[in-house]
Nanobody, 124 residues
């Protein structure tokens, strides 16, 4: 079973960009589909993007398309989320997650392992 640690979150101005990383321990990273979620204060955890085990298939929530890019490096057990044109509404704690049951999971219940989250704050 993998353990996940996110990093890269920080304070950024509106219009800026960030790359979040999710480092996975263990040798089975490539066995998991991976995803990014985010949770703003007082709101439910929201799906952002998912990527298949090989990285060949990706899925984004419509509001993220064109601004967020999910990718993975199976050789280095790392998941990424590259974000551009950031808006204050993107402020949230961003979580990475690993799922083994579904090819391209989109629901929190379809993921088995979660990281602790990294804070992204976008100032106007």
């Amino acid at each position: 079973q993998v353990q996940l640690v996110e990093s890269g979150g920080r304070l950024v101005q509106a219009g800026g960009s960030l790359r979040l990383s999710c480092a996975a321990s263990g040798r089975t990273f490539s066995s998991y589909a991976m995803g990014w979620f985010r949770q703003a204060p007082g709101k439910e955890r929201e799906f952002v993007a998912a990527i298949s085990r090989s990285g060949s298939t990706k899925f984004y929530i419509d509001t993220m398309k064109g601004r967020f890019t999910i990718s993975r490096d199976n050789a280095n057990n790392t998941l990424y989320l590259h974000m551009i044109s950031l808006e204050p509404q993107d402020t949230a704690v961003y979580y990475c997650a690993a799922g083994i049951k579904v090819i391209l999971p989109k629901k929190t219940t379809e993921y088995d392992i979660w990281g602790q989250g990294t804070q992204v704050t976008v100032s106007s």
